[in-house]
């Protein structure tokens, strides 16, 4: 086969590329010759390739519809072509490919053949379907959790309506009270999960952590189920910490339930909050911050599990039982409230939930180890 007439500077670019394939084809779509790293990639010998149509990169329902050879005509008529799709590897894999065909001519602008670049942006398609499946995600929940804090607007103004008419029998008026109290702290952290789907600015302000968490203790125990055990170890006094508290409880309440998720045959669950130095990252120094730790005796998770429970929509509960939007948020609320959120596991011996949070405005971490 003649090999046609290329621009010196063609071949360079053909060979230089090094993480894009590269074709060089004849005016009538046949391989002349690929890259190292289409070699690398479709895993064929040159004998395979070179001679065949380049056609052989598209789908066999673009190659039916005839856009191989729209493909060269547009590229001869207007200077390129570009488009994205799929593609096929080697094997039979399927990629998503940013492609670019440009015509090659000799001195007297006559066609002489043609050069395809190909660049696998199958990551970079699925991380933006994924960043509008959570723009949907967040959509849906704004619209859950306004519909939600309406109901408990209504329950809460029922239970305050009915509260004068309950006789003090036993226990009747604390059960009213506690009711009361629950459906208020609903409301708050609705309003707050709210903010969150909005991506609204939270109001962090100075949290007594170890009178929060005594607060928030009996809801703990009742989210915890009959066959868990929950424990706090918060030495007082200790610095304030600098966050949004409705955010704080949903974040504990929000651990504790995934501690109880993990301990199907029930166990213990350790809330303990300490003050602690943390060097940040330049290395100059460190920042008092208050680290809060939920720990469990659960299942554990392995080192595979435990690089994607950040993933959101990703989960290791049963169908029906977890959205997987949980551990992103409580990470989202660590970062924005200048601090840190942690996780450690291991299959058997149970999850360590670490959030480190700022004591003061000026203490605020240029970006924690």
Known sequence: MPQPRTDPRDRHFAGTL??????????NGRIISWNAVARRLDGLADDEVVGSHFSRLYTEAEREAGVPVRVLEQAAREGRSEREGWRVRGGGRRIWVHALVS?????????????????DITRQREMLLQAHRMEAVGHLTAGLVHDF????????????????????????TDLLDTAVQVAQR?????????????????????????????????????????????????PVPIAE????????EMALLNLVINARDAMPDGGSVVISACEEAVPVQDGC???????LTVADQGQGMDEATLARV?????????????????LPMIRDFAERS???????????EGTCAEIRLPVQVSDRPRGMV
Do not use: W
């Not at 090094?18 to 005016?27: K, S």
């Not at 408990?152 to 305050?160: C, K, P, R, T």
């Not at 990703?314 to 029906?320: I, L, M, R, S, V």
């Not at 200048?338 to 058997?348: A, K």
């Open 18 to 27: 090094i993480d894009q394939t590269v074709y060089m084809l004849d005016p």
């Open 103 to 119: 015509p090659m001519r000799d001195r007297e602008d006559a066609l002489v053949g043609f050069v395809k670049v190909t660049r």
């Open 149 to 172: 804090n309406n109901l408990l607007a209504v329950l809460l103004a029922s239970l305050q309506r009915l509260r004068p008419s309950v006789k003090d029998e036993g226990n009747a």
């Open 186 to 234: 609903g409301a708050a952290l609705t309003r707050r999960m709210l903010a969150f789907a909005r991506r609204r600015e939270q109001a962090p302000e100075p949290v007594d952590v170890s009178a929060l968490i005594s607060d928030l203790l009996p809801m703990l125990r009742q989210a915890a189920g009959p066959l868990a055990r929950v424990e706090t170890r918060c």
């Open 241 to 248: 910490a600098l966050a949004d508290p409705s955010l704080l």
């Open 285 to 291: 120094g460190s920042v008092r911050c208050v680290c």
């Open 310 to 326: 950040m993933e959101p929509l990703f989960t290791t509960k049963a169908e029906g039982k977890g959205t997987g939007l949980g």
């Open 338 to 348: 200048g601090g840190h959120f942690d996780l450690r596991s291991r299959p058997g």
